[in-house]
């Protein structure tokens, strides 16, 4: 299994981010996928999830309404759209699937 997450960067406050995450050696189709995060001190925490076909999602309540989770099976990626960023969720994030992770992207929301 292997999970490599791209996307992350430095933005304003209010701004967006799209976060990738390419899949490979295992039946992407089959699987779900997760994003989880972890802030400076903080534990590690799920921020979303998605279903093997994409018809089930889940949120974190402090993400609720801001984050889009999606998958392209076609393609083994998953992404995260990130709206409406806050400071609060600056953190490292990480891709999930099978018991195994990717490396995380760095996301800064800073003015």
């Known amino acids: 299994v292997q999970l490599v997450e791209s996307g992350g960067g430095l933005v304003q406050p209010g701004g967006s981010l799209r976060l990738s995450c390419a899949a490979s050696?295992?039946?992407?189709?089959?699987?779900?996928m997760s994003w989880y995060r972890q802030a400076p001190g903080k534990e590690r925490e799920l921020v979303a999830s998605?279903?093997?076909?994409?018809?089930?999602?889940h949120y974190a309540d402090s993400v609720k309404g801001r984050f889009t989770i999606s998958r392209d099976n076609a393609k083994n990626t998953t992404y995260l759209q990130m709206n409406s960023l806050k400071s609060e969720d600056t953190a490292v994030y990480y891709c999930?699937?099978?018991?195994?992770w990717g490396q995380g992207t760095q996301v800064t929301v800073s003015s």
């Open positions: 050696g295992f039946t992407f189709s089959r699987y779900s």
């Open positions: 998605i279903s093997s076909a994409g018809g089930s999602t």
């Open positions: 999930y699937a099978l018991a195994s």
